[in-house]
């Protein structure tokens, strides 16, 4: 990176200031708008600029479409930007300026910044590094104030005046503002003097007229007269000097009010603008402490090795000290581990049967229909290909979210490193659903496997589970509420089969530590099932929660089985600004039938990536490793997939340093896209269509449904004082069952102790709020199976509906349904329930 610098060279120090101060404000992950980029080169280094406020050096500017962005030699000087083709075009050709008083500054992303001055012109410039676009940044706002200021006093003064120096100006217009307060005292005292003097005056000439009626007519009538007049007369001069020095004061304030106005809008922005810079800051923290971690400075013949569209390689100008210093590296950036390529437009042209066939497995080949777009209009139960009529009219609304204020950092500040299941919340914090009803949310996109149900080929079924997995995440990217915790042996029912084929049931099986199990099975050909637990610590600045368990889905056609695990959701901004949800990790979908095999990659949102956000990569392979498909897409968004017709090594290194696969793939057709949110979802805890039902009351439900929760229902209803003292029953009531529990249970195994209480320890862990996770550690920090899933779990309860077995896939223990539920429901008889309400 070269020096484009300005008189003098800041500092380490000082440029992390004017990062501070005029850095990019930005708060959550960053817009998904992708812009066309300029292929970022190496630049010499550039000359030392004159001294003066001046700042010069190489930017790329946006010129079309066809040339892209061309490099150019900018100056800024005395409030303008300038540009030439050129160094040597400085002495007579410029090419474009534009005054930074009247001008907006913005940042796009890393690299990229736009100056506007309201349409007329608009600069799209992108900068070789992010340190250097914050020096043009910052020397941009810097030139901005002054040219404003500069205006201001022209304007208000009328000369055309050549400004001092920035310190001077500043010394200058603090003695100003003293100068006006003063004389603006002055003249409140002089309206004030003037007041008690017309008071004076005043009162003696109603005396004196009160004294001219009373007198005879006579000699002494000329005296009286002449008295009355000298008073009127001073009572003349005093009003006319009253109403001078009032005219006069008005003046004053008129003439320095434009100027006032101003100096208070530019105090406001500056305000607005350190207020975000703060915010900033603290999310900006915890992504450099990573990148300074993982940093890797490259050495200067490998700093940049971009190469222009043309293929010239541009000049290597010296790295100075500094830019190794402010230079980072993110680890976190390079998350892609191959690269697509458009295929030869042979593959397009070809006829043969077998580039067709395999084409034809999601419609790639030209002239013909995609698998997708025969299956919306072929499939009736697809949301865009009509509107299919419920048998129930679901709701469409739930009361709006209270605007009740609580400190969630006042709360938190003492529960860091503890598991979330740890810390007691009260209701402010959750949104009112359950645990089992978000799990049961992950069949929101349930037309993907209905979709994949359909399919000839593993490997085009592969792309629609792939995107189904994905699909279970763009329910969270906005939802920020923490779900309640279930109750042991709360259920969840979900029946859809009269509207979409499908029924879903979920049970807590395990308290200690919390795990719920899920089972689901469509009248159209697959089956669903999942046992999950939840790991989550809180460190501070974030929340990081790690779902354990697989999740199975069996075709019935087929026999397909698919496992696979979800990824990790990071909660940011706890401590300050705006809260936002990031999902990062890998999943490996897995055909245990035939091999094949689906690696996802969700990239981590980072500070320092020109990638799209929450972005979502993989590459479908059978089980010999050979390439077919290609994913891509974002989880809160929408998925697509490219058939790779060829693949070969040779691409740029990745940051293990080993070449990246380069596929060439047909035209991307689209797997899935996420539904809008309904309207008003931002007053409704940014629920979907799908969790604005799924604690609407129903009939001939179990009653342990989470529907029947009562504190739930309160927080629905937007009464959380009172869902705060119920819940705290609740859990009061689960403790009780759980100690009765534990004594019949020793009371079993040791007669001879019976009557006895409990030992200290286990005393201790059924008064804790909530599960305890000492045993969950240990064995997590080991590499073994949490408690829920290990052979050594002591909690002697049993679930209704879901019976511990060894999973014949995985090897692994969980629970699987052992039936019964719906013929529960169909008889109405739900003696065996506990009562746990």
């Not at 709006?400 to 969630?408: A, E, H």
Request: glycine residues 6%; negative net charge; contains cysteine.
């Amino acid at each position: 990176m070269e020096d484009l610098g300005c008189v003098s060279k800041p500092s380490a120090l000082s440029s992390h200031k004017m990062l501070s101060r005029w850095g990019p404000t930005q708060l959550g992950p960053p817009s998904d708008t992708v812009k066309p980029r300029a292929v970022v080169m190496s630049e010499p280094k550039a000359p030392t600029p004159a001294p003066g406020d001046t700042y010069k050096g190489w930017l790329f500017k946006w010129t079309n479409y066809i040339k892209g962005y061309q490099r150019r030699w900018f100056v800024l000087s005395n409030g303008l930007l300038s540009y030439y083709r050129t160094q040597s075009e400085m002495g007579h050709t410029c090419r474009g300026t534009i005054n930074l008083a009247t001008a907006n500054i913005a940042v796009e992303d890393s690299c990229n910044f736009v100056i506007s001055n309201g349409g007329t012109q608009t600069y799209h410039l992108k900068a070789s590094s992010e340190v250097e676009r914050q020096r043009w940044i910052t020397a941009l706002e810097l030139a901005k104030a002054k040219a404003f200021r500069m205006q201001a006093e022209s304007d208000d003064s009328g000369d055309d005046s050549t400004s001092p120096s920035a310190s001077q100006g500043a010394g200058s217009r603090n003695s100003e503002v003293q100068s006006t307060l003063r004389t603006l005292g002055s003249k409140v005292e002089d309206l004030s003097t003037c007041n008690d003097l017309i008071a004076k005056h005043g009162s003696a000439l109603q005396r004196s007229l009160s004294e001219l009626e009373g007198i005879r007519l006579g000699g002494e009538t000329s005296e009286k007269i002449r008295q009355v007049t000298e008073r009127a007369t001073l009572f003349r001069i005093t009003s006319n000097a009253m109403i001078n020095a009032c005219r006069d004061f008005l003046a004053l304030a008129q003439a320095h009010s434009k100027r006032w106005q101003k100096a208070l809008q530019a105090e406001r922005e500056q305000r607005v603008r350190l207020e975000e810079t703060l915010e900033q800051l603290a999310k900006q923290h915890n992504h450099l402490e990573r990148a300074f971690r993982g940093a890797t400075v490259l050495p200067a013949s490998q700093s940049n090795p971009a190469i222009d569209s043309k293929g010239s390689v541009p000049g290597k100008g010296d790295v100075s000290d500094e830019d190794e210093e402010n230079e980072f590296f993110d680890a976190c950036e390079d998350v892609q581990e191959f690269i697509t390529v458009p295929a030869d437009p042979k593959y397009h042209r070809r006829s043969g049967s077998n580039v067709s066939g395999i084409s034809s497995e999601l419609g790639m080949d030209d002239g013909t229909t995609s698998l997708d777009e025969q299956s919306l209009a072929s499939n009736p139960e697809s949301p865009q290909s009509q509107e299919v009529v419920p048998v129930r009219k679901r709701r469409t609304r739930i009361p709006d979210k209270p605007n009740y204020s609580l400190n969630l950092w006042s709360i938190m500040k003492n529960c860091i490193g503890k598991e979330l299941s740890k810390i007691p919340m009260p209701v402010n914090f959750n949104e009112p659903l359950s645990m089992l009803q978000r799990l049961s949310e992950d069949l929101e996109y349930y037309e993907l496997l209905d979709r994949g149900a359909k399919c000839q080929s593993s490997l085009e079924q592969m792309c629609y589970v792939a995107a189904f997995t994905v699909s279970s995440y763009s329910t969270t990217v906005h939802r920020t509420g923490k779900p309640f915790n279930p109750l042991l042996g709360e259920t969840f029912e979900l029946d859809r089969v009269q509207e979409s084929g499908y029924r879903s049931l979920c049970e807590q099986v395990s308290h200690h530590p919390p795990a719920a199990a899920h089972h689901a099975i469509s009248e159209r050909g697959w089956t669903l099932r999942q046992e999950i637990a939840l790991a989550s610590k809180f460190r501070g600045k974030y929340l990081s929660i790690m779902p354990l368990g697989s999740i199975h889905c069996v075709f019935e056609k087929s026999n397909n089985h698919y496992t696979w695990k979800k990824v990790t959701t990071t909660v940011h901004n706890i401590i300050v600004g705006k809260l936002w949800i990031d999902q990062s990790g890998e999943i490996d979908v897995v055909n245990h039938k035939t091999g094949d095999r689906c690696h996802l990659k969700f990239a981590p949102y980072s500070y320092f990536s020109r990638d799209v956000a929450r972005k979502v990569t993989g590459v479908v392979t059978d089980k010999d490793g050979k390439a077919h498909y290609v994913l891509s897409g974002t989880w809160d968004e929408k998925m697509e997939c490219s058939r790779v017709m060829e693949s070969s090594r040779g691409g740029e290194n990745g940051a293990d340093g080993r070449q990246k696969t380069v596929y060439q793939t047909l035209k991307a057709k689209e797997l899935w896209r996420k539904t809008p949110l309904p309207e008003g979802a931002e007053d409704m805890y940014y629920f979907s269509t799908l969790a604005l039902t799924l604690n609407e009351p129903e009939e001939g439900v179990a009653p342990t449904d989470s529907r029947r929760r009562p504190d739930q229902r309160l927080m629905e209803q937007g009464r959380w004082e009172e869902a705060n003292a119920e819940k705290q029953r609740l859990e009061e009531k689960q403790r009780t069952v759980r100690r009765e529990r534990d004594r019949e249970a020793n009371r079993s195994t040791n007669p001879a102790e019976e009557g006895k209480e409990p030992a200290n320890g286990a005393e201790e862990v059924e008064i804790a709020s909530e599960p305890s996770e000492t045993t969950y550690k240990t064995e997590t920090l080991h590499g073994s199976h949490p408690p829920a899933y290990s052979s050594g779990h002591q909690d002697n309860y049993k679930p209704m509906w879901f019976e511990r077995q060894i999973d014949p896939m995985t090897g692994d223990p969980t629970h699987i349904y052992r039936g019964g539920y719906w013929e529960a429901k169909e008889q109405g008889n739900w003696d065996s329930c506990p009562d746990i309400f």
